[in-house]
């Protein structure tokens, strides 16, 4: 289905990236646990391969997807390609493959593998300058040391 994908176009041709139940389970029998593939040492165009050759779909004109590659070491082939051509996009290799995690990331959230904490305000409250900021003492401050004391 298309609202559990994450569009992606690369070459002028457009994709979506969606991970089935099948996708993932493939990838972590494969290759390691999806969670530790995002870590940074492993953020490198093998791991995007990976992404694009089990995630990468074409759509069809019933609405169904299918794979972009054929899941044997041909399409294995054909996704670095593939991820060659999104990379070669951007100024430097951590640019183009930080943009494919992303999509990897936000495709794996589309296909229900996990969700998005809400994001919380970090913007400070405003206050009211008719209002005191600091609570009154009714202790008298200490005189500090003069000069001449020291």
Do not use: C
């Not at 999806?34 to 019933?62: E, N, T």
């Not at 590659?69 to 493959?97: H, R, S």
Request: glycine residues 6%; positive net charge.
């Amino acid at each position: 289905m298309v609202n559990d994908s994450v569009p992606i176009e690369i070459g002028g041709e457009k994709y979506l990236l969606q991970f089935t139940d099948m996708d993932v389970m493939s990838i972590e029998q494969s290759y390691r646990p999806i969670h530790q593939l995002f870590m940074p040492i492993h953020f490198g165009f093998d791991m995007a391969r990976i992404f694009v050759w089990k995630g990468l779909k074409k759509q069809q004109q019933d609405g169904t997807l299918i794979y972009a590659f054929t899941q044997d070491k041909d399409g294995f082939e054909k996704a670095l390609v593939e991820v060659k051509k999104f990379t070669g996009q951007y100024n430097g290799p951590a640019i183009g493959l930080s943009f494919i995690f992303d999509l990897v990331d936000a495709a794996l959230v589309a296909s229900g593998w996990y969700s998005r904490a809400p994001k919380v305000s970090t913007t400070k409250k405003e206050v009211d300058p008719t209002k005191k900021s600091v609570r009154p003492t009714k202790r008298p401050m200490r005189k500090l040391p003069t000069e001449s004391a020291v």
